[in-house]
Nanobody, 125 residues
Framework: QVQLVESGGSRVQVGGSLRLSCASS????????MAWFRQTPGKAREFVAA????????TGSEASKGRFSISRDNAKNMVWLQMTSLEPDDSGVYYC??????????????????WGQGTQVTVSS
């Protein structure tokens, strides 16, 4: 059974950078669309970015564009989220998620059926 394992979350100061990693355990990503979501207490999971097997990618909010980038290595079954110029609002638990196959990206969390346990990112001023 495929499991996703995130790593790289940490406490960082405003303006800092982090690179989150997502690895598969027990299987491969295959041709799944892979995504990152963020969740803060009391709120639903928010789409951050996603990437298809052919590396077509979408970044979520306007605030993230230009600061966040997603990448993947299909041979290594790894997905990364590079985050720069971090702001306090970027804090939260970041989840790696695997969705369906194909080259279209769905930003809704219900489109993804494979989830990691999350990694905490805290941006402090």
């Amino acid at each position: 059974q495929v499991q996703l394992v995130e790593s790289g979350g940490s406490r960082v100061q405003v303006g800092g950078s982090l690179r989150l990693s997502c690895a598969s355990s027990g299987g491969t990503f295959d041709d799944r669309v892979m995504a990152w979501f963020r969740q803060t207490p009391g709120k639903a999971r928010e789409f951050v970015a996603a990437i298809t097997r052919r590396e077509y990618s979408v970044t979520g909010s306007e605030a993230s564009k230009g600061r966040f980038s997603i990448s993947r290595d299909n041979a290594k079954n790894m997905v990364w989220l590079q985050m720069t110029s971090l702001e306090p609002d970027d804090s939260g638990v970041y989840y790696c998620a695997g969705g369906g196959s194909g080259e279209s990206i769905d930003t809704r969390s219900r489109a993804y059926d494979l989830w990691g346990q999350g990694t905490q990112v805290t941006v402090s001023s």
